[in-house]
């Protein structure tokens, strides 16, 4: 038993994954408040954009752990959501700032149902990689 | 009209009489806390208060801008900007101080004095389409807006013709001559667009503030509280919102408040306000005991067809014993015993027999003629007779489908959007407005009470869209229109389905916001080529006394080229003064408190100054424009007020925030696959509209341009702060004097047009229904909740409607839209209007109810969309198969027989060309060159323009002209107004020998043939024979022959129905404008778009696949 870097790595994104997973959690009440009306789409926006790029870059930062840790299956279970963070933020509207949400078109019931699903497919997705990371760690600190 | 007594609507002084009961409840109340607005105001003031403003000139910036001194160092070079760069201080000097130049010098105090002498006109007396006066005692309108109950004592007939936007008389704003009416203490009741004429003679009595009269046993004082003046209320907070006697309604009406006033943490009060009360909201059985409300508004029960599933379509509503087909205008015919033509196919049918017209089948193919002779009529929606003659008018309020289906799955199998269309705020010639202390609404849904609700008895009604059962408060009870007691059903919030509602203090977040209006004029070389100056400047002098608003009006001018210039108007200088600032990387207001001035005590500056501003930049060299700064600087200075910024632009803005670069290719208009550049190229103005919605900015766009301007970028600050846009192409003060023409008589409608003020508007809908999304000029502030710092009467809305819950044991929905905004006399007002459809539950019956109008509306508003999140193709797409779905769709499951050929519901049956329509219209059409401007201003007006305004701009009417005669003409006002045939658009229906014209929305052509009947050239042309017909001719001549007055009519009764200016162009075969006119031939084959006919066959071809 030894603490190996993929060992490290795996932890890391244990750690990490539970940010996201509040993260998503964040998203999914913030989306809720909108769709019941206790929030002005506009402040809702405004703290929502901060939050998307550090998102993405944790979840790319533990990717690139991954990738160094040659944890090759990790990686490819992974790898579906970077994508879909990169094509997600690629055909995000016109802003000047960061972010992905427009306090203009928020509203919409198709975008608003959209970013709600996201919201709960994220979590979901979250929270079983936090289980496999789990399992990953102790798989790999119990076979090295 | 007499505007007598107008003064007196306004001004804590206006109230000419005692509000008697209120004086009671005072005198039996102790004035407690909440009866004095002063003592405490109820509203908590969210408005950030003015940003700390440096105090005096020492605190700016000294480098970067400079106050002109007055009037003597306008002589010399004084003026100095220093960092003004490519004008040097000689040259601004010539430039910028108006007493330089060889213009009109300001006129010495004193001369003028036009606006100090006379009383504001009001606003709604210069809306008034030329020549419609209405004399009194023509034929009364019956409308739907019309308060019904003959025991009306004021209600006056109003001449007219429904259609014609209303004259005169406007709505909200529009308050009956205030001494004139009778002050009925505090119960009479009327409409606002009563004439001053059949007075109540009983009125004499009640001047004196004792009312007892006739109300003799009022159990409550605040019974008689409630009241129905013909006055508003004088403006200001301590005015005379009638001292409540209700302190514990000071909650409710928040629901609307918060949300008016923006505090960004808009929470519905009455969540907390209902906290115990949740339990009763959901939808009560229906009660045993039931009373039904004498006028028959309890749930009625439908015909027995109606419950059937899957009924063929002999058994539709129709066989109701009242077919409400029949009801209004609607010709409805009798299949067997009318003069239908059906389709030779469909005539030994012994089914059809029965089926109601708007379900009659049309072969497509087959039938040719399928435009009715005149306008297409709205469906009526299958009601039993006494709730639909409550029913909104489908001119406000409409929907795509009158037969709103049972479940999403129904509707979804339908294939036809669901969705309603507004044009709330529309210039309504009756409406009955009630003050009322307490303003009934539904304690857990907010609804205000309307005709479509229940009465279980006296002193309970539920709600129509969430089915609580609330109580009838105690005021309610007394009826002001009949004067009697214990009638609640009778009061006109029960009669009418669209009612204002004068508001009192607790709908508000701050007092009422003056009117402000701020101009930004381009003062760019471009823009003094453009010379329109001279027509804003003028237009304003012109209507400067009928801006609407009251003496606490305010009106302020921004111009920028590379700079931004302001106008310092305060009160005691001789001449305006000129600040200008260059620092455009960070805008500043130099003195906020003397730019936006108080027009009535600072008229003569203002009229100063607008006669110098045209020639003030005559020589300017200088080519930027600084938009984006210039519209901030307007942002800071409104945000304390807020109010409305009219912003005139001639370019490309090339500096500062906001700049933007031209992005069109115009070799690839025609060629290219697909269209860019249909999203804004930066975020700027849509942030910077926020932040204007936030609050209460709206800026309209005026874009007077020869060549691109990123309509697409500019737009955006218009659509998210509730303005609107105006686009005058090729605008030039020579060389298109048609242009001129048409921006003088919408400058005009523009500036003396109603407004509302921070307004918002909210859609409630019955429970089982929700918005999708809303389309049109707003900002969606919540689910329901559109946020529209001001609305005007030309605005349209649309809203796409989902089902989100099944409408199982329901007959009947309802829509409600509220509108609470400030009137510019300083008035908070809620103009409610309330919408009821039947819930079907079979196919035959949707398709039975669908709009066809609507439907083409509502899916233009939506391809705009899907043209900007998608593409132009997809959009293109999704329009062809909206067609092809909803047919295939009606073939399989509703047709009973098959047979061949594209077979429509009769009341489709024009679905096909509207669909063709749009695919050949601006706004969507392909591989004809279209600039990317022209484009998109066309989206813009598909999602803006209220739909009877869009109809002819989606498919241009065509009538022959040459034979005019008054056979079938309408008579308004003692005019003849003739209605020819409609025709189709096709060159077929052309002739040589005739004269034709075409109606196209923004401008109408007038087609003269070559042989075209002399009689018609000399008669009503003027000229002796065809050649002699000018190229660019767009007046006609005003000759005193009978053709001439029946033409002039016939176009001058075109031109009332809208609120814009449409351009005459007589277009002879070789003219110019030629492409234009045969672009609107819509059922013709172009290079580049399908034929009707082949249209039909690419369809039947799809839906056979």
């Known amino acids: 038993m030894a603490f190996t870097f993929a060992a490290f790595c795996y932890m890391l994104a244990l750690l990490l994954t539970a940010a996201l997973i509040f993260f998503a959690i964040w998203h999914i009440i913030a989306f809720d408040e909108l769709k019941t009306d206790y929030k002005n789409p506009i402040d ?28 090759w299956l990790t990686l490819g279970l992974n790898m579906p ?21 427009d306090p203009t078109t928020i509203m919409n019931a198709d975008i608003l149902a959209y970013c709600q699903k996201e919201g709960w497919c994220k979590l979901a997705f979250y929270l079983l990689s936090f289980f496999y990371y789990l399992y990953g760690m102790i798989y790999v600190l119990v076979s090295s | 009209m007499s505007t007598a007594g107008f003064n007196s609507q306004n001004g804590a002084g206006g109230q000419p009489f005692a509000n008697g009961p209120s004086q009671n409840a005072a005198m039996m109340y102790p004035p407690g806390p909440s009866h004095s607005m002063m003592a405490q105001p109820p509203y908590s003031n969210p408005m950030p208060g003015k940003p700390p403003l440096p105090a005096g000139p020492g605190l700016y910036n000294p480098g970067s801008y400079q106050m002109a001194p007055p009037i003597s160092s306008y002589q010399g070079p004084g003026h100095t900007v220093l960092t003004r760069p490519p004008m040097g201080p000689p040259q601004l000097a010539s430039s910028g101080p108006p007493s330089q130049n060889s213009t009109p010098p300001p006129m010495s105090t004193g001369s003028f004095h036009t606006g100090a002498q006379h009383p504001m006109q009001p606003a709604w007396l210069c809306n008034a389409p030329p020549a419609v006066s209405t004399p009194p005692g023509s034929a009364p309108l019956g409308n739907h807006v019309a308060p019904p109950p003959s025991s009306v004592p004021n209600q006056h007939p109003v001449p007219g013709y429904p ?31 009563s004439a001053p004429l059949p007075m109540n003679p009983v009125s004499s009595h009640h001047y004196p503030p004792g009312r007892s009269g006739y109300n003799p046993a009022p159990p409550v004082a605040a019974g008689p509280l409630t009241s129905m003046r013909p006055t508003p209320p004088p403006t200001g907070p301590g005015g005379d919102a009638p001292p409540l006697v209700a302190p514990m309604h000071q909650q409710e009406g928040t629901g609307h408040g918060p949300s008016a006033g923006d505090g960004p943490h808009v929470s519905n009060s009455f969540d907390h306000l209902e906290a115990g009360a949740k339990t009763a909201a959901g939808p009560t059985p229906p009660q045993p005991g039931m009373i039904g409300r004498p006028m028959g508004h309890s749930y009625p029960s439908l015909p027995p067809g109606y419950q059937k599933m899957g009924i063929p379509p002999s058994a539709s509503p129709l066989q109701s014993p009242k077919p409400p087909y029949n009801a209004a205008h609607q010709p409805y015919q009798q299949p067997l015993a009318g003069p239908v033509q059906l389709t030779p196919s469909m005539a030994g049918l012994s089914l059809q027999s029965q089926t109601p017209e708007a379900l009659r089948v049309v072969n497509l193919l087959q039938e040719r003629n399928i435009l009715p002779h005149g306008a297409v009529p709205p469906p009526t929606p299958c009601l039993p007779q006494d709730l639909q003659k409550f029913n909104c008018s489908p001119e406000v309020f409409r929907c795509t489908l009158t037969s709103i289906p049972q479940t999403q799955s129904l509707l979804n199998k339908a294939k036809l959007p669901l969705g309603l269309l507004l044009h709330p705020f529309k210039d309504l010639s009756q409406l009955p407005v009630v003050t009322s202390s307490t303003i009934v609404r539904c304690r857990t849904c907010r609804t205000y009470i309307n005709p479509f609700v229940t009465f279980l008895d006296q002193k309970r009604w539920k709600c129509n869209l969430c089915y609580r059962v609330n109580d009838v408060p105690e005021e309610f009870m007394y009826n002001p229109v009949t004067r009697s007691y214990g009638e609640p059903h009778k009061r006109p919030e029960v009669q009418s389905p669209t009612i204002e509602f004068i508001a009192p203090s607790e709908y508000m977040l701050r007092p009422p916001q003056p009117a402000v209006y ?59 003064q000129m600040l200008v600032v260059s620092d455009i990387e960070d805008i500043f207001i130099p003195t906020p408190d003397s730019l936006l ?85 930066t975020d700027f103005y849509k942030k910077l509209a926020l932040d204007c919605s936030g609050q209460q900015v709206a800026v309209d766009l005026f874009l007077l341009s020869g060549q691109y301007c990123d309509l697409a970028s500019l737009g955006c600050i218009s659509r998210f702060s509730a303005g609107s846009v105006y686009y005058y192409p090729s605008y030039h003060h020579q060389h298109n004097p048609s242009q001129v023409e048409r921006f003088q008589k919408d400058l005009k409608r523009y500036l003396t047009r109603k407004i509302g003020f921070e307004a918002v508007m909210r859609i409630r809908c019955t429970k089982g229904l929700s918005i999708h999304t809303f389309h049109g000029n707003f900002f969606v502030r919540s689910t329901d909740l559109l946020s529209l710092p001001n609305v005007n009467p030309d605005a349209g809305f649309a809203v796409q409607m989902s089902i989100e819950e099944n409408l199982l044991d329901m007959q009947m929905v309802s829509f409600q839209a509220a509108l609470l905004y400030t009137s510019s006399k300083g008035e908070r007002r ?24 609507a439907i083409t ?25 909206a067609v092809i779905d909803s047919l295939a769709t009606y073939r399989s499951s509703v047709l009973t027989i098959q047979q061949a050929g594209l077979l429509a519901p009769s009341c489709l049956r024009l679905f096909p060309l509207y669909i063709l329509a749009l695919l050949k219209q601006k706004a969507f059409r392909t591989g004809t060159s279209t600039r990317l401007d022209d484009r998109v201003f066309a989206m813009y007006q598909l999602k803006y323009q209220p739909l009877s305004y869009l109809m002819p701009m989606i498919h241009p009417v065509l009538y022959r002209v040459d034979d005019l005669t008054d056979e079938g003409a309408l008579n308004i006002n003692d005019r003849t107004i003739p209605q020819p045939r409609v025709l189709q658009l096709s060159v077929e229906k052309l002739s040589r020998e005739g004269a034709f014209l075409m109606d196209a929305g923004l401008v109408i052509f007038l087609w003269i043939g070559r042989n075209c009947s002399s009689s018609f050239l000399s008669q009503v042309l003027g000229v002796p024979n065809y050649s002699a017909v000018p190229q660019n001719m767009t007046r006609l001549p005003e000759l005193d022959t009978a053709e001439s007055v029946r033409f002039r009519a016939f176009i001058g009764w075109l031109r009332e129905q809208r609120p814009f200016y449409p351009v005459l162009h007589v277009i002879r075969e070789e003219s110019q404008l030629k492409p234009s006119f045969m672009q609107n031939m819509i059922e013709d084959r172009t290079e580049s778009a399908l034929s009707y006919y082949e249209f039909l066959l690419h369809l039947q071809q799809q839906i056979s696949k």
């Open chain 1, 44 to 71: 809702q926006c405004n703290t929502l954009n901060p939050l998307v790029l550090p998102e993405y870059l944790i979840h790319v930062f533990f990717c690139v752990m991954f990738l160094c840790a040659t944890e």
């Open chain 1, 81 to 101: 959501l970077l994508a879909y963070h990169v094509w997600r933020y690629m055909s995000r509207p016109v802003m000047s700032g960061p972010g992905l949400y």
């Open chain 2, 163 to 193: 259609v014609r936007p209303p004259p005169v008389l406007h709505s909200a704003s529009t308050q009956p001559p205030g001494p004139l009416v009778p002050p009925v203490s505090s119960s009479s009741y009327s409409s606002s667009g």
């Open chain 2, 518 to 576: 701020l101009f930004v004029l381009d003062v760019s070389h471009n823009a003094v080529e453009t010379g329109y100056l001279d027509v804003v400047c003028q237009s304003l002098l012109d209507n400067l006394n009928s801006l609407p608003g009251d003496a606490r009006t305010k009106i302020g001018f921004i111009t920028f080229d590379s700079t931004i210039h302001f106008y310092n108007l305060q009160e005691g200088l001789s001449q305006p």
């Open chain 2, 597 to 681: 001035v108080n027009l009535s005590e600072c008229k003569e500056l203002v009229q100063d100054l607008l006669k110098a501003l045209p020639q003030m930049f005559n020589k300017t060299m200088e080519t930027h424009s600084a938009l984006g700064p210039a519209l901030q600087a307007a942002y800071k200075l409104l945000s304390p007020t807020g109010g409305r910024a009219s912003v005139f632009q001639t370019q490309l803005p090339t500096l500062g925030a906001g700049a933007l670069k031209s992005r069109e290719d115009p070799n690839q208009r025609a060629s290219a696959k697909d269209i860019q550049h249909l999203t804004p190229a």
């Open chain 2, 830 to 853: 809620i103009r409610v209007h309330t919408m009821c459809l039947p819930v079907v539950n079979s196919l035959s019956d949707i398709f039975a109810g669908a709009d066809v109008q």
């Open chain 2, 857 to 881: 509306g509502l899916l233009a508003s939506m391809a705009v969309d899907r043209s900007v999140t998608a593409s132009l193709c997809d959009a293109r797409d999704a329009l062809t198969n």
